[in-house]
């Protein structure tokens, strides 16, 4: 009988130890050195076009018992190899990806008993590096747990930073554009009331993906890839010597992750370039993940979809039925207030609508019992996924729905408890396949239970690792709100389509809202790790609330825009069904924008300022343009080189009207046509806290 | 429409406050008081035959957030009532059980805002008193958790106590028999290493049910019943004052409950006799808890069983299959290392002998995939509890049981990763339905997972009643082992037939073993709350391991006596086939015992020396006895007044043979017959270490 010694071969791999000077990878303008320092402790460095981007930093991993990789490490050998490969997304920015990196691995051991080995592996791109920890099976190192990860990434200036703060629980916060000296999240945790769970503790922590520019321009953006069975990674910010170190949310007791060997961390990402729309351009994150681990994925459709949602969060309706879960008629039912959104009548409103207007989906919260009592309570018993309201006829619905060719997207709010949802997986995504609904939208609203964890810490993302798989199982579409923040999953389960995890358009609703840069910032951080459901497309853009200081920070044009700005293969419709009536013209946008691209081009680009970004309709010659802007007015004009030669194309320009602004004017806005070709120039005039969208249709 | 307003009805309830002069209520020799200290706190005290048994003492509650209960009170009204109830169990050691006491109910509420309402309700029994705290519905108390319970029992004597550590996460700790002033745990939790998992962090802790008897003779029982959506209790002893204080199982995060008015804790039991008899005898416990929850209760069937599983404990064979889980042969299988014991074949012979024994049931332990890699490591996904090893055929076994008129009695051991065992209830159930098992041992052998939270806090306890109602669903009985100590909930859940729960006969396997008191002190601890699944009826004493030095320390007729002494609805004959097939003169009264009984006769019992139990078969005219005593030999002579008069039996006698001894010889017994009618008088003579097992069946 032959055994399949995985110890046997790793022994032969690292037999010819190499000298310890330093090791050394490059690709294009990046090169990373890796060295031990003085102490014997492993240290990397990256720069690019010989500037120095991370100084020689440490890299390590403190465990929970016995000596860890924290300490001096003897250098066994290293190997270096060249991969480059290209692959094609099930749904994407692009319709093929090349992968192109050299990858140098460095073993390691402990000098002293016992004599643990540990891996590092690097793979450096054009446009960045990535590595990773590395647990080779061994008989000294099996069960272990995590106590500290010691990586750090030294900068060589105090560079300016795009951040929110690293807090555990969310990723809601607007983002604070400051030197890295006065990163200080307090305050900011402290005031943001309207985020309903916070957990803070570290002020000079802050979230990843971090946007970082230097004061030579150089950009620079630090985030984690293919983040699985592991805490989130938080940066502090050490305000002297800009060194960020790494800091894992911890689980319930402290730790912060139980992993077995062979095992390994997530990526670490460090995308570098000088010019910032390399960085947007970059698919570095989802180079580092693994293929896809579904094979039959023909059933994945990315979607837009209106809902009965936005008309909650400005206070028409309610998610509830009644008042109070605790007062109820003599036989024992809810006493309906009368303001309930979801009623067949109103669902079948949004599905006439989307019927109508070709938008594929209907989302409809607020379906189930338990919105009375909710959240806040850290209950774990609130929602059974399975029981509609009395006023909400799923049957009926459902059969509606089908006869008008529309998809219904089911909404499983969990409120944080994560192990109620995870006995209830079965029946509700059962319950999805039996009544038609290819996509859910989940929630995690409120603290975790278990209690103690995070939503960011090691179990919730296992936890959002198996949501995606029973899904993919029952042939549901995920899109997740309130989870740890992308890390590019979505190549490896391409049914999890999208996650909002930021600060969406809903804090245009219950809080003073996004100021008009944080659209130019969200593609540069959160969007890095993958799309995010942001719910663009608030045409209503005041008087859309009870609270008459609520607005959206931006204007008409701005908001169809973001359908080409920030990506997602899920995107909604937000605002209502009478809103976009009313602005047929605006509205045929909408109606227009894909959601799944062949090809991406990011025109112009600058963290807090503006994005200009170019996508090609997925099968098709068309292509869409999408221009924003902050807070400043902005002129442009788009070389259109990227159409196909000697091809006509009718272009739609959406454009704010004369004396737009986000603030005197927001709703002005005009639509121009004109023909165009390859190279054409496009001028565009983007009002203050506005945008421009341009459909720009191949002519048969 | 009328509006059920509870809070209405409770109002109405109060509205008659009464004068604050001590509130009393009495049944029998018990008598109450309840008042409020100088301090406006809510106290109580017990007396038995104008004894005092607890001094005034504390009650209160201290809430997380805002004032609790735990300060001055104001009386709002009280009120008492008589109840005197009958009811049967569906099985048990009676058939019919008198509920009858006095209920009184002291209304509360804190004299400053926000004026939150508590009420005390008290029930005193003829033989003790339990009382709980109720929340009522109430504007300023809904959601709110229990940061500590600040019960007292003012004990008034440095009693003798028979305790065990007061652990978070188990109860398999020898009984120490001591002063109350001499309770210290801690040199025993450090030496207890073969306890998987130890987390006693107070010295002066001891588990409840404690037994404590006053110098001058009076025995006290303290423990709870139904212990629901709470922590269990466990008490802290003041050494100076004899004072014993309520320490609530913290969750992971410090907390303790976390509740939702109307709500309750589960009741605080005190019962007390001048005699020990009276103390096994008592229904105080089952009484307080509600009655059955499940309506259809004729599938659930007491029984005895045989199991693949003291020959894994003595290291004759294992539970897994093979020595590694990361060795695996080319093909990716496990390579099996021929000691595995759930083999088919084996399995076979155990099913053999209980079909020849009338024996109903087979367990099979380490039938399934995971045993090479299952326990240590705080490990999240260990087994899937539906796939057997390859040398253990599922549908081979399941005919050819049905086949002998044998029931597969399956197990599931979690480890302790209660999220991954809620994950896989329902298939796990699902499994035993289609292949015939109707009963199920589970093992919680491990750090639970989620990690922080304990074996005995509010999560866990849940998380039992969850298994219990599933398996109720799924028409499944269970047996847990390594669950929170019994309060009685086989009355609600009839289908939770036993639990372990304590130190079983395993420990004689596997460690020092079980001191010759430790079954006298059992039935007046552990076997309070409810039924144990000890592992009784090891005919092979010595010699059964590879270390010579473990024995069992008891005699062979003691083990035999064990099956009346201690309990249970699930017995198993723990020993090897071809132990018992040595001795079938022995065996022959582990054949005849019952299981289920109509009635309960509590001859003789002094706790840590002797233990005289009669039992009356379920439905029959016959008897059984067991006796029982510790390490000193024992004359004694039983009066058999219990018998129908009139009525001949034949009387088969188990004894302690000449010269029986449980160090020197402890396998010499000896059987003899004899006619014996009501009022006969029985001489039993018990060897040290020894026991006496008699069988009186009626004669037709």
Request: hydrophobic share 35%.
């Amino acid at each position: 009988m032959r055994i399949c010694l995985l110890l046997f071969l790793l022994a032969a791999r690292v037999a010819s130890a190499q000298p310890a000077s330093p090791l050394t990878a490059q690709q294009g303008n990046v090169k990373l050195t890796v060295a031990l320092d003085a102490e014997g402790r492993p240290t990397y460095a990256v720069s690019y076009r010989q500037q120095s981007v991370i100084k020689p930093s440490r890299l390590g991993i403190k465990l929970a018992e016995g000596p860890g990789f924290d300490g001096p490490l003897t250098l066994l050998g290293s190997e270096t190899k060249d991969v480059d490969e290209t692959w094609q997304p099930v749904w994407g920015e692009v319709k093929s990806i090349r992968n192109h990196y050299q990858q140098l691995t460095v073993h390691l051991r402990q000098p002293q008993a016992p004599g643990r080995r540990l891996d590092m592996v690097f793979r450096v791109f054009a446009d960045g590096v990535g590595f990773r920890y590395e647990f080779p099976q061994q008989p000294n190192l099996k069960y272990f747990v995590v106590a500290d990860e010691v990586t750090e990434f030294g900068l060589t200036g105090n560079h300016k930073a795009f951040w929110i703060p690293g807090d555990y629980d969310t990723n809601e916060y607007p983002y604070t554009t400051s030197k890295l000296s006065e990163v200080n999240n307090a305050a900011l945790v402290k005031a943001s009331t309207a985020i309903a769970v916070r957990e803070a503790p570290d002020a000079q922590a802050v979230q990843t993906p971090l946007m970082l520019k230097s004061a030579d321009g150089l950009y620079i953006n630090l985030h984690e890839a293919a983040l699985l069975n592991y805490p989130a990674m938080q940066l502090h910010v050490d305000p002297q010597t800009y060194q960020l170190s790494a800091r894992l949310v911890p689980d319930a007791t402290g730790s912060k992750a139980y992993l077995h060997a062979p095992d390994h961390t997530p990526w670490r990402t460090i995308i570098v370039s000088d010019k910032a729309t390399d960085i947007l351009s970059s698919k570095l994150i989802l180079n580092l993940n693994e293929p896809s681990k579904l094979t039959d994925t023909g059933w994945i459709k990315p979607m837009k979809f209106v809902g009965v949602w936005w008309e909650m969060q400005t206070g028409k309706s309610t998610w509830n039925y009644a008042n109070r879960a605790d007062t109820l008629t003599e036989a024992g039912q809810l006493i309906p207030h009368g303001r309930h959104g979801a009623t067949t009548a109103n669902v079948k409103r949004y599905i006439d609508f989307a019927a109508k207007n070709g938008i594929p989906g209907v989302l409809v919260e607020g379906w189930n019992v338990g919105w009375e009592d909710w959240f806040g309570n850290w209950k774990e018993d609130v929602f059974d996924f399975v029981t509609p309201y009395p006023d909400f006829n799923v049957q009926e619905l459902q059969q509606y729905a089908a006869g008008k060719g529309v998809q219904m997207i089911m909404h499983n709010e969990t409120s944080g408890s994560a192990t109620d949802y995870e006995r209830r997986l079965e029946p509700a995504y059962t319950f999805m396949n039996q009544h038609g609904y290819p996509a859910v939208k989940t929630g995690y609203v409120g603290r975790i239970v278990p209690r103690g964890e995070h939503h960011d810490g090691q179990w919730m993302v296992n936890h959002y690792t198996r949501v995606a798989e029973t899904a993919a199982r029952h042939r549901v579409m995920v899109d997740m709100h309130e989870p740890v923040r992308p890390t590019g999953l979505h190549r490896t389960y391409p049914n999890w389509l999208a996650s909002e995890a930021g600060r969406g358009n809903e804090y245009n609703a219950f809080s003073d809202g996004n100021r008009p840069d944080h659209e130019t910032i969200l593609p540069f951080t959160r969007l890095m790790g993958g799309p995010m459901d942001y719910t663009p497309g608030i045409f209503k853009l005041r008087n859309y609330s009870a609270d008459a200081t609520r607005r959206v920070q931006t204007t008409l044009a701005k908001q169809l825009a973001l359908y080409v700005t920030l990506y997602s293969p899920l995107q909604m419709a937000a605002d209502l069904p009478e809103n976009y009536e009313k602005e047929p013209a605006a509205f045929q946008f909408i109606k227009d924008v894909p959601v799944d691209w062949d090809d991406t081009r990011v025109l112009e680009a600058e963290p807090g300022e503006y994005v200009t970004i170019a996508r090609q309709e997925k099968g098709k010659s068309n292509w869409f343009i999408g221009a924003i802007t902050n807070e400043k007015g902005r002129a442009t004009t788009l070389k259109l080189d990227f159409l196909e030669k000697g091809r006509k194309y009718m272009a739609t320009v959406y454009a704010d009207g004369d004396g737009a602004d986000w603030q005197a004017n927001p709703e002005a806005y005009n639509v121009t046509k004109t023909t165009v070709r390859a190279g054409a120039k496009l001028p565009l005039r983007l009002a203050p806290g506005g945008g421009a969208a341009v459909s720009i249709i191949a002519i048969p």
